[in-house]
């Protein structure tokens, strides 16, 4: 049975930062490549950073120079580093593991930015 369990989702001030975690299991996590998305009310889903088996990164523009994705293939865990807060943050943020033609999500963890 796969699971993604996130954790470190919260409030937080504007300017702030978090430390989102994912933590894989059913899935050989080396194998896969990871991301995460956020939702925010009312608009798609949509990719924030991912991460290849390589270790490569890719960004959306509004979060590049302030959120880092990073992988531990030893705990299988992936982490996003929000620095630099800003309200539009504001989202659920979802983890998604993919390999080929299989596709796994996360529960999501609620993120608010607001003074």
């Known amino acids: 049975q796969v699971q993604l369990v996130e954790s470190g989702g919260g409030l937080v001030q504007p300017g702030g930062s978090l430390r989102l975690s994912c933590a894989a299991s059913?899935?050989?996590?080396?194998?896969?490549?990871m991301g995460w998305y956020r939702q925010a009310p009312g608009k798609q889903r949509e990719l924030v950073a991912s991460?290849?088996?390589?270790?490569?990164?890719n960004y959306a523009d509004s979060v590049k120079g302030r959120f880092t994705i990073s992988r531990d293939n030893a705990e299988n865990t992936v982490y996003l580093q929000m620095n630099s807060l800003k309200p539009e943050d504001t989202a659920v943020y979802y983890c998604n593991a993919h390999r080929a033609f299989t596709n796994y999500w996360g529960q999501g963890t609620q993120v608010t930015v607001s003074s």
């Open positions: 991460i290849t088996t390589g270790g490569s990164t």
């Open positions: 059913g899935i050989i996590f080396s194998m896969n490549a």
